[in-house]
């Protein structure tokens, strides 16, 4: 496991909850966490430093077979992800876009549960995760 990245929860506006209901994507994001099923949804958080990581992955919206956010961030081109362990237990996605107006700081986290239901996260709370190669 990697270092461990830590910040804050913070509001989103549900865009990626309805996008990651899209068929092509449920079907296209399994392969890339490793076969773990992702609750669909994101969670925001604002790390406490510029995020530094390395995230192997990279997907367009040719890759997934489906428009997904080119009416919602038209300067993204794809979206660099890694898989991660959440709070020392849970398994997902980070994902950050690669427009150049995305925060330097920011990190979206597609999890396997809620986590704001499973871990009584409210906006500000406080939220940690490492990066991995594979789950095990």
């Given at each position: 496991m990697g270092p461990a990245h830590r910040g804050r929860v913070a509001a989103g506006r549900g865009f990626a909850s309805e996008r990651m209901a899209l068929p092509a994507v449920r079907q296209g994001l399994p392969a890339l966490a490793g076969g773990v099923v992702l609750v669909p949804g994101t969670l925001n958080l604002m790390l406490?430093?510029?995020f530094a990581g390395f995230l192997p992955f990279y997907v367009t919206e040719a890759d997934l077979g489906?428009?997904?956010w080119a009416d919602h961030a038209p300067a993204r081109r794809g979206l660099s992800i890694g898989r991660a362990v959440i709070a020392g237990r849970y398994r997902g996605l980070i994902l950050r876009g690669d427009e150049p107006d995305y925060p330097a700081n920011q990190v979206e986290i597609a999890c396997e549960?809620?986590?704001r239901d499973s871990l009584t996260l409210a906006d500000g709370a406080r939220l940690e995760f490492q990066?991995?190669?594979s789950f095990r």
């Open positions: 406490d430093l510029p489906a428009l997904v549960v809620r986590l990066l991995v190669d």
